[in-house]
């Protein structure tokens, strides 16, 4: 049962542009929600969480939005940059619980 | 701050063997996660240990087992090995603060077998 879902394998964007990814989750008893990027052959970077009892979270320019009613999750990376080419993944776990991943979100960013 | 750091980095084993892989936590981390990635799977949740505690585990044989020390440090093993082993194995180490949940992942160890 795949509870984190990333629906889009792949995103292209202009540099300069607004690159935004996205996520759906099942279970409405997530606590915590995570960003990260990877690049081929390294582990995860972390990026940015978010806590369920918020709606917003920034970081510089990363920017996560949680909409719990629709059980969506999305990454705002502005301005991107071609060094934000990578894979991207979207965790969560239920309270206490380990972390479900999506399946990943390859983003291009063109010059 | 050190990051996450694992040993080895790369192994090479054959069927029937076992392996111990190591992985120190950033200082002040008391949680520690381990995970298999291939390419097929993705990044599989393998288990969890908390103050020398499993807290979770994923849906692995028992051929796959973890402890965790006093230190924080953690070590996975696996017995009996067999070449659907052959993966990227990730370890990650966490933390909740005051700006939220963390979580950290080494550069993993690769192992092959054959």
């Known amino acids: 049962d795949q509870q984190v879902k990333q629906n889009s394998p792949s995103l292209s964007v202009q540099e300069g542009r607004i690159s935004i990814l996205n996520c759906d989750y099942t279970?409405?008893?997530?606590?915590?929600f995570l960003w990260y990027k990877k690049y081929p052959a390294e582990g995860p970077t972390f990026l940015i969480s978010?806590?369920?009892?918020?709606d917003k979270n920034e970081d510089g320019r990363f920017t996560v939005f949680l909409n719990k009613s629709a059980k969506h999750l999305s990454l705002h990376i502005v301005p991107s940059q071609p060094g934000d080419s990578a894979v991207y993944f979207c965790?969560?776990?239920?309270?206490?619980?380990?972390?479900?991943f999506g399946t990943g979100t390859s983003l291009t960013v063109i010059p | 701050k050190a990051g996450v750091t694992q040993t080895p980095r790369y192994l090479i084993k054959t069927r029937g063997q076992q392996v111990t892989l190591s992985c120190s936590p950033i200082?002040?981390?008391?949680?520690v996660s381990w995970y298999q990635q291939t390419p097929g799977q993705g990044l599989q949740f393998l288990f969890e240990?908390?103050?020398?505690?499993?807290?979770n585990k994923g849906n692995f044989p028992g051929r796959f087992s973890g402890r965790q020390f006093s230190n924080s440090r953690s070590e996975m093993n696996v017995s009996t090995l067999e070449l659907g082993d052959s993966a990227l194995y990730l370890c990650?180490?966490?933390?909740?603060?005051?700006?939220?949940?963390?979580?950290?992942f080494g550069p993993g160890t690769r192992l092959t077998v054959t």
């Open positions: 279970n409405s008893m997530f606590d915590y």
């Open positions: 978010i806590s369920s009892i918020k």
């Open positions: 200082s002040g981390h008391r949680s």
């Open positions: 965790a969560a776990r239920p309270l206490g619980n380990q972390f479900y």
């Open positions: 990650a180490s966490s933390l909740v603060s005051g700006s939220g949940y963390e979580q950290y």
């Open positions: 240990y908390f103050s020398e505690t499993q807290r």
